[in-house]
T-cell receptor, first 113, second 113 residues
Framework: DVKVTQSSRYLVKRTGEKVFLECVQD?????MFWYRQDPGLGLRLIYF???????EKGDIPEGYSVSREKKERFSLILESASTNQTSMYLC????????????FGDGTRLSIL | ELKVEQNPLFLSMQEGKNYTIYCNYS?????LYWYRQDPGKSLESLFV???NGAVKQEGRLMASLDTKARLSTLHITAAVHDLSATYFC?????????????WGLGTSLAVNP
């Protein structure tokens, strides 16, 4: 089974802090994704990566950056956290091609105070 | 621009009843996914539908796809409480192998005794 592991289930940070959310997958997937999920807004794509050191902006990249130095790890960075970034963050991965779905981690509930 | 609409967004139903969730998408796509999310949990893939007329079934859930109408349905038969969850449909953009998903807002289903 595919395992996508997010480093924290719950995280509380302060406004202005630099925040790192980590995601690791164990299935050698090329593609990795970061979403945020807010009530009434569904899943919104922040960034995705289709290869090591490659990244593309999603629908809401402002205030975020990402890093993918190794194939199995995709990090989301909040450069200067703000209260409007309080949300549930979900990481997903999938292989390239084929029909396999995206596989999701358990999510990180991030609160910015 | 590809958009995905689900309806209803909220559904309260009695155990033993049947109901259908609808997923419309705005432009051509070649695959559609259904996911389930339990409260406080991550997303779990249920079905992937590829071609016109495709039907997939698992337990009390049956999904179908009409590519000409750009419509997928998720039919619930004789609902039980364990089916209470949020159900999302998602459609791929036709952009090479690094496919993004465009998500519906989800249907929050509550099955009551």
């Amino acid at each position: 089974d595919v395992k996508v592991t997010q480093s924290s289930r719950y995280l509380v940070k302060r406004t202005g802090e630099k925040v790192f959310l980590e995601c690791v997958q164990d299935m050698d997937h090329e593609n990795m994704f970061w979403y945020r999920q807010d009530p009434g807004l569904g899943l919104r794509l922040i960034y995705f990566s289709y290869d090591v050191k490659m990244k593309e902006k999603g629908d809401i990249p402002e205030g975020y950056s990402v890093s993918r130095e190794k194939k199995e790890r995709f990090s989301l960075i909040l450069e200067s956290a703000s209260t409007n970034q309080t949300s549930m963050y979900l990481c997903a991965s999938r292989t390239t091609g084929g029909i396999q779905p995206q596989h999701f981690g358990d999510g990180t509930r991030l609160s910015i105070l | 621009e590809l958009k995905v609409e689900q309806n209803p967004l909220f559904l309260s139903m009695q155990e033993g009843k049947n109901y259908t969730i609808y997923c419309n998408y705005s432009t051509t796509s070649d695959r559609l996914y259904w996911y389930r999310q339990d409260p406080g949990k991550s997303l779990e893939s249920l079905f992937v539908l590829l071609s016109n007329g495709a039907v997939k079934q698992e337990g009390r859930l049956m999904a179908s796809l009409d590519t000409k109408a750009r419509l997928s349905t998720l039919h619930i038969t004789a609902a039980v409480h364990d089916l209470s969850a949020t159900y999302f449909c998602a459609v791929t953009t036709n952009a090479g192998n690094n496919r993004k998903l465009i998500w519906g807002l989800g249907t929050s289903l509550a099955v009551n005794p």
